[in-house]
Structures are given as structure tokens and as C-alpha cells.
């Protein structure tokens, strides 16, 4: 079983609905994080949570919210779903060393389309 | 923290060195040099890290000079299964990678 899982992996939605994506890991990891990549792009990165009550905005936060339910969890929603949303989300996992480099690990993506 | 600056694209052979170089000018006393592989419709998956000088695990090499404005991924003997993007993300010790555009290696026969 794969170690960090997204689920849905493909959703299609219209505009103006909510939306949720749902990232679990069996790593046990405290760090989990949230990005978005769109064609030909980078990953960006929306929203990062170190442990259970800690919530950071990243790079490009504006029309998401995420919810940390517990260490293995960490949702991300679309309030109210725009068409430049469409992307490709990816969540990701980490340790949390302090004054160490902390690998990612990143779940196998879920496509939203926003019509 | 610092963007980083990459080729888009590059072509390489079976069997060829390749050599990736990315440029960040304005990297931090603290920032960690990374670089990840990602296949279309794939997550990106670590590669390799490091500070400064040379780093060698077993399926690349960084390369790092002395005033780390820059960094060196050298992939030996690239197969058709090496064709990806590849990106050099700065890690800080605020736990976040920020990804360029990546570069997008073609291995052809």
C-alpha cells in the first residue's frame, strides 16, 4: 500500500461549489503540505501544517482552507470552486528533523477540474 | 525564499552523462540545495541533497561550488526510463520547498 494517499484522484466539478480533497499518509510523519501544479508549471505550494495544531499559509492560500483532523490527515477545500483552480494537487509528507534537510514525500496527485 | 533558475528543456542520448544546472543567486546561509524527479502524473520523488562540495548517492551526483550560486545534477549513463522533469527546490529551515519550472529531460534512443 502506497504510503501517502489522495483521495479523489480525479474530480470534476462545477463552478461554485465546495469541494474536498483528502491526504492520509502511514508514514508517521507530523509535517504534511499542499500544492498545486498546473501545465508546464512548478508545484506551488498553498498550505503547510507542522503538527496537529499548527497551520501555515503558503505561497498561494486565497480560495483554500485546509483542516488537519489528525497526524495522518490533512484535508484541503475549495469553498467555492473557480475555473482557474483547475490543477493538479498534490499533497506531501515530511519529518520534521530541526536543523536537518526533511525529504518529501509525495502522494500520486488528484486532477480537479472546475467547469 | 530564493527562486531557483533552470533550462527548460534538454536532450540527451542512452548511455550520455547528463548534466542539469540550476541557478539561485539569492540562496540563504541556511538553505539546503534538493533536487526531485517527477514523471507525468506523478508526484516528484527526492533525488538528492546537499550543502556544499560534492554529494554522490546511487543514482546521482550533485555538484556545488564554493558560493553556492549555482548546482550541478549529473545523471551517469541516462536510460529512456530517466525521462522526466527534473527540479532543484532550496529547502530552509522553515521546512518548505519552493519549486521552479523544472527542467524536462528527453532520453531518446
Known amino acids: 500500500d502506497a504510503d501517502v494517499t489522495q483521495t479523489p484522484r480525479n474530480r470534476i466539478t462545477k463552478t461554485g461549489k465546495r469541494i474536498m480533497l483528502e491526504c492520509s499518509q502511514t508514514?508517521?510523519?507530523?509535517?504534511m503540505y499542499w500544492y498545486r501544479q498546473d501545465p508546464g508549471l512548478g508545484l506551488r505550494l498553498i498550505y503547510y501544517?507542522?503538527?496537529?495544531?499548527?497551520?501555515n499559509k503558503g505561497e498561494i492560500s486565497d480560495g483554500y482552507s485546509v483542516s488537519r483532523q489528525a497526524q495522518a490527515k490533512f484535508s484541503l477545500s475549495l469553498e467555492s470552486a473557480i475555473p482557474n483552480q483547475t490543477a493538479l494537487y498534490f499533497c506531501?509528507?515530511?519529518?520534521?528533523?530541526?536543523?536537518?534537510?526533511?525529504?518529501?514525500?509525495f502522494g500520486p496527485g488528484t486532477r480537479l477540474t472546475v467547469l | 525564499l530564493a527562486k531557483t533558475t533552470q533550462p527548460i528543456s534538454m536532450d540527451s542520448y542512452e548511455g550520455q552523462e547528463v548534466n542539469i544546472t540550476c541557478s539561485h543567486n539569492?540562496?540563504?546561509?541556511?538553505?539546503?540545495i534538493t533536487w526531485y524527479q517527477q514523471f507525468p502524473s506523478q508526484g516528484p520523488r527526492f533525488i538528492i541533497q546537499?550543502?556544499?562540495t560534492k554529494v554522490t548517492n546511487e543514482v546521482a551526483s550533485l555538484f556545488i561550488p564554493a558560493d553556492r550560486k549555482s548546482s550541478t545534477l549529473s545523471l551517469p549513463r541516462v536510460s529512456l526510463s530517466d525521462t522526466a522533469v527534473y527540479y532543484c527546490?532550496?529547502?530552509?529551515?522553515?521546512?518548505?520547498?519552493?519549486f521552479g519550472q523544472g527542467t524536462e529531460l528527453s532520453v531518446k534512443p
Open positions: 546537499g550543502y556544499k
Open positions: 539569492n540562496i540563504a546561509t541556511n538553505d539546503y
Open positions: 506531501a509528507t515530511s519529518e520534521g528533523r530541526v536543523l536537518s534537510y526533511n525529504e518529501q514525500f
Open positions: 501544517s507542522f503538527d496537529v495544531k499548527d497551520i
Open positions: 508514514k508517521g510523519h507530523d509535517r
Open positions: 527546490p532550496l529547502y530552509n529551515q522553515g521546512g518548505k520547498l519552493i
